[in-house]
């Protein structure tokens, strides 16, 4: 990504915490960023109008200008937004990733030393889900039960595909799944991209193809394709040297390929892999899967490193280079606008956007500063201390 010395980012304050962490993430990022390089560098922020307060004074939750701004800008930054409730709305934020196809949704979970978990070894957790963002049956197309659509729908697979599954009937509510190759390679894709530029030699693509052999399995299939392209050894090529050699030779090939640079890949099935991830974190390292499954495992993942209030996300098409960058909880109701909130998630968020345009510097900057910060026990109430928002993010930047 070419990114100017004065790039303007556009950013979306987010509702709820919104007024809470988006001006603390923007003072920090500003200050990294002229520590990092002496002024030479400069964001020049754009506050574009969404959510409730859009709708509120504009008449429309996801304005027509923020639509074009994010058009125009390759990368932006978001709070979050709260999804109204009721007939006929899609999610913003699923609005926002179909907009402008953001197929990748990467989560890296990291631990914080000093942060509270319900696990005994947090610090073995140290993964990066990559999860497809598009696909699957969060596409949304859903028709309820008893409706036209959906009674037409049954009739026609009943008549025509034979298909005749118990309460299979007018008052069953019917989704689709789609997956598609397309969609599931540029994913793997862009996971192999991320584990050789940032040097993991694991890649595990979670499925559960056992059941839905033709999509998940489709997804597990293609995967293996993609591991094709780059230089990989297989959990397959392993199981082949294993039942020719014997476990010792299968063993030895395996050290032989990472030992020579290459990307161990397997696969594991979904709730396996939500079992294994507890028992032994540390054998994972970029994980590559659905949207469903990468819904839950990624929180499951967050929640073992001290919860969605320290986890960051964004939402990626790595062949357009358009990104947004958000905080991966929700707008927190029960303490919005009465700055107790913790910035972190949109914090790292920004330290992704950051890595994401090639400035480095600035990013690490924020990452020791935030390390050093939380270890020292200075944290917001939902990691068992006292500051305020304003607090922390003072002490945050007294850690540059
Ligand atoms: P939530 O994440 O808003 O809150 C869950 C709990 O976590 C609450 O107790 C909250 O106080 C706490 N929490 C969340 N963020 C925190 C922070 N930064 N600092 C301290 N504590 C924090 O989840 P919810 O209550 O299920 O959802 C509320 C709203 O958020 C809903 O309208 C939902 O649609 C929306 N939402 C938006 C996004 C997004 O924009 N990406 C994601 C999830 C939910």
């Known amino acids: 990504l070419s990114v100017p010395n004065q790039p303007t980012i556009p950013y979306i304050i987010g509702d709820g915490v919104g007024v809470d962490i988006s001006p603390a993430m923007i003072d920090i990022v500003d200050t990294a960023v002229l520590k990092a390089y002496d002024g030479e560098k400069k964001i020049e922020w754009q506050e574009l109008a969404a959510g409730q307060e859009a709708f509120q004074t504009l008449g429309d939750y996801l304005p027509k200008?923020?639509?074009?701004?994010?058009?125009?800008?390759?990368?932006?930054?978001?709070?979050?937004?709260?999804?109204?409730?009721?007939?006929?709305?899609?999610?913003?934020?699923?609005?926002?990733?179909?907009?402008?196809?953001?197929?990748?949704?990467?989560?890296?979970?990291?631990?914080?030393?000093?942060?509270?978990?319900?696990?005994?070894?947090?610090?073995?957790?140290?993964?990066?889900?990559?999860?497809?963002?598009?696909?699957?049956?969060?596409?949304?197309?859903?028709f309820e039960s008893e409706s036209p659509r959906a009674l037409a729908l049954i009739e026609r697979l009943k008549t025509e595909?034979?298909?005749?599954?118990?309460?299979f009937d007018k008052t069953s509510a019917i989704g689709i799944k789609p997956v598609s190759p397309e969609g599931s390679k540029r994913l793997v894709r862009a996971a192999f991209e991320y584990a050789i530029a940032n040097g993991k030699n694991r890649l595990t693509l979670v499925h559960k193809g056992n059941i839905m052999k033709f999509t998940e399995g489709g997804f597990k299939k293609w995967g293996y394709e993609v591991a094709q392209e780059y230089p990989t050894f297989t959990v397959n090529t392993f199981n082949q040297i294993k039942a020719d050699e014997g476990l010792d030779a299968a063993i030895a090939?395996?050290?032989?390929?990472?030992?020579?640079?290459?990307?161990?890949?397997?696969?594991?099935?979904?709730?396996?892999?939500?079992?294994?991830?507890?028992?032994?974190?540390?054998?994972?390292?970029?994980?590559?899967?659905?949207?469903?499954?990468?819904?839950?495992?990624?929180?499951?993942?967050?929640?073992?490193?001290?919860?969605?209030?320290?986890?960051?996300?964004?939402?990626?098409?790595?062949?357009?280079?358009?990104?947004?960058?958000?905080?991966?909880?929700?707008?927190?109701?029960?303490?919005a606008g009465l700055g107790l909130a913790n910035p972190s998630s949109l914090l790292l968020s920004s330290v992704m956007m950051l890595e994401f345009m090639g400035w480095l510097d600035a990013a690490s900057l924020i990452k020791r500063a935030l390390s050093k910060t939380i270890a020292d026990g200075h944290t917001t109430r939902d990691l068992g201390g006292t500051l305020t928002t304003a607090e922390f993010t003072a002490a945050i930047i007294a850690n540059f």
């Not at 595909?161 to 309460?167: L, S, Y």
């Not at 990624?298 to 490193?305: I, R, T």
């Open 65 to 142: 200008e923020t639509l074009t701004a994010l058009t125009e800008n390759l990368v932006a930054i978001k709070g979050p937004l709260m999804t109204p409730v009721g007939e006929g709305f899609r999610s913003l934020n699923v609005t926002l990733r179909q907009s402008f196809d953001l197929f990748a949704n990467v989560r890296p979970i990291t631990y914080f030393t000093g942060v509270e978990s319900p696990v005994k070894h947090p610090e073995k957790v140290q993964m990066t889900v990559f999860r497809e963002n598009t696909e699957d049956i969060y596409a949304g197309i859903e």
């Open 161 to 167: 595909f034979g298909i005749d599954k118990i309460r």
């Open 253 to 335: 090939a395996k050290e032989k390929a990472l030992a020579d640079g290459k990307i161990y890949v397997d696969d594991a099935i979904a709730d396996n892999f939500l079992q294994q991830i507890l028992i032994k974190p540390e054998q994972y390292q970029v994980v590559a899967t659905l949207n469903l499954n990468g819904d839950y495992i990624s929180d499951a993942l967050a929640a073992q490193v001290g919860g969605i209030g320290i986890s960051p996300g964004a939402n990626i098409n790595f062949e357009t280079g358009h990104a947004i960058f958000e905080a991966t909880h929700g707008t927190a109701p029960d303490i």
